[in-house]
């Protein structure tokens, strides 16, 4: 047994709280002035610890893990700068609703406002972004040190779980005095009496156990608004992302509320609420004036955080009138036209309406929405269809329809998000999962990487596949997160990136009508061959140019195992010109309904 020293007797606590609170995974970014935890997690066999040399991505492996798991990973790093590169991730952590929890090595109190090396102010660094910040305190010999380290840990992890508020990040910083290794590794056992690991209670819970129920909407409330449903035959259900501790288990009620009301559900791929009945294809429509005008909904329930089509946040103006449903009371009104916002658990609500609504409903307008539905498929179709070409919206579409059942698809932010809700086809068993908080593409390869951790370690006999969809951009803007060594023994995840050298999104801003600036300040072309990286990093490496070829390469990398790049190069002048092939198309066909 290593023989202890202050710093290192409060980490033995800190540690074994975590794993009595139920952390099984810890993210380390290595460093001198966290030494004693680095080396505590290193030995405390509950708790699997990850290794990442950039700190920035190890907050998003962190994210991933929550985001995977529905439970905080703990993400240590040493002071200074390596603290402010955490800030990226607990941005996306605050906005997307995904339980953190930082533990941030400081300098003592003297060696603050002095010039010592790698001390900055770390108190309250990321402001509001958290969900409790605390200063933890330089260890000290009193007899009731191990009891308040042992509570801001449970607290910690409850506030980062959600308390009264979505899940998010929580900074615990933890201002060390030298020495930060142990005082010897020779067996000696002359350790303090207060820094016993099992100090206190012995039956090795949690300091605090926090029980959480589900906030259950009131009858008056539920009554209140199925009156108004029954009332409104032209009514939409809209579903976006919501946080990791709104369970997908809302996505059944959410369809059962829409089979009593007779009310379309147009759902955000990361929603994970694109399934069998429906819409698929609201962006096109509504992109459609004539079909837009006419289908201006009466009431809309609201259920996450929506912002993937521009074309559905028009209709959602603030002359139609809307509902939000939400467990947390999280604020999504980019538009300002919510209404009506009820704090209550969106399972229960939706069950709670469709009970009270009783029977199934058929009507002309949910009928009409799903005929334009059909009709914006076969267009679609035969667009994309039209030859063996793997273009990116043809990839997407193709990559979701083909991964087996309880696969989970990471897919980043710009493109390859929009291309998948303009042609996700609804289908059960798949997981989508995005950073849809900030929406960036910072981080997203660590994030996908964290998603496998947990998929590969979650319960159950199988192995749960892990796919990423991202763009070129993306992939290079975190291709540090690919030097991760994880505690497991293989880590599985395939990377999918659609190639368009450079930022494709951009080619549909406006920004793309000025051709002398455009390429070298939006179009960023980088011309780097991704086969050099993936030899880097010891990737399989799968160039795909032909769609009828992706199957067989997807099944080729699930056989083979651990990380694994599959290659689609593209053109982003030609991609534009596709989707506007796409609308003409839909339109077309919407046009022949009329």
Do not use: K
């Amino acid at each position: 047994m290593r023989a202890q020293n202050p710093s290192h007797a409060q980490a033995l606590v800190l540690v074994d709280e975590l794993a009595r609170c139920g952390v099984t995974d810890a993210v380390l970014a290595p460093g001198s002035r966290s030494a004693a935890l680095a080396m505590t997690l290193h030995d405390d066999p509950r708790i699997r610890l990850h290794v990442e040399v950039d700190e920035r991505s190890a907050g998003f492996l962190a994210v991933g893990l929550g985001r995977g798991s529905g439970r905080p990973a703990a993400v240590v790093v040493t002071s200074g700068s390596a603290v402010a590169n955490l800030h990226p991730a607990v941005i996306e952590a605050d906005t997307g609703g995904v339980p953190l929890l930082l533990l941030t090595a400081d300098r003592p109190p003297e060696l603050r406002g002095t010039g010592a090396n790698q001390a900055i102010d770390q108190l309250h660094l990321f402001g509001g972004s958290v969900r409790w910040f605390c200063e933890v305190g330089v260890a000290e010999d009193r007899e009731d040190a191990p009891a308040y380290w042992r509570s801001v840990v449970a607290r910690g992890v409850a506030a980062a779980v959600g308390l009264g508020a979505s899940a998010g990040p929580v900074h615990l910083n933890l201002p060390f005095r030298e020495p930060t290794v142990p005082a010897s590794d020779d067996g000696r056992t002359s350790a303090p009496p207060f820094a016993s690991p099992t100090e206190g209670r012995s039956d090795r819970r949690p300091w605090v156990t926090v029980t959480r129920a589900p906030r259950r909407p009131n009858d008056e409330d539920v009554a209140a608004l199925a009156g108004r449903i029954l009332a409104t035959e032209r009514g939409l259900i809209v579903v976006g992302a919501t946080g990791v501790s709104a369970a997908d288990d809302h996505v059944g009620p959410i369809h059962a509320l829409a089979r009593a009301s007779g009310y379309p559900v147009l759902a955000e791929p990361a929603s994970n609420a694109r399934v069998p009945g429906a819409i698929a294809h609201a962006h096109h429509l509504l992109g459609h004036a004539g079909f837009a005008g006419a289908h201006r909904p009466d009431l809309v329930l609201r259920i996450g955080r929506t912002g993937v089509s521009r074309n559905l946040a028009r209709l959602l103006g603030s002359d139609v009138p809307q509902v939000l449903i939400d467990p947390d009371g999280s604020w999504h009104d980019p538009e300002r036209a919510i209404a009506d916002l009820l704090v209550a658990d969106v399972a229960a609500t939706c069950t709670a309406l469709a009970d009270l609504l009783a029977v199934p409903a058929s009507s002309e307008w949910a009928a009409r929405w799903h005929d334009a539905d059909a009709a914006a498929e076969g267009a679609l179709t035969a667009v994309l269809d039209g030859d063996d070409t793997l273009t990116e919206p043809r990839l997407a579409r193709d990559l979701a329809a083909v991964l087996p059942d309880a696969t989970t698809l990471v897919v980043g932010s710009s493109m390859p998000i929009r291309d998948l809700d303009q042609v996700l086809r609804p289908r059960d068993g798949l997981r989508i999962v995005a950073n849809r908080g900030a929406s960036g593409i910072d981080g997203v390869v660590s994030t996908a990487l964290g998603v496998a951790i947990a998929d590969a370690t979650s319960e159950g006999p199988d192995r749960r596949p892990t796919v990423a969809l991202i763009g070129d951009l993306t992939l290079l803007h975190d291709a540090n997160g690919l030097l991760l060594s994880a505690d497991l023994e293989r880590l599985d995840c395939t990377f999918v990136v659609a190639d368009n050298d450079g930022g494709g999104i951009f080619s549909f801003l406006p920004q793309a009508g000025y051709p002398a600036s455009f390429e070298r300040v939006f179009g960023t072309p980088h011309g780097r061959d991704l086969a050099h990286l993936a030899a880097l990093h010891s990737m399989g490496y799968h160039r795909v140019e032909r769609a009828a070829d992706l199957r067989g390469v997807l099944t080729a990398t699930r056989r083979s195992g651990g990380l694994q790049l599959i290659h689609v190069r593209t053109d982003r002048a030609a991609n534009r010109q596709l989707h506007e092939r796409m609308t003409r198309t839909v339109h077309d066909a919407l046009d022949g309904l009329a």
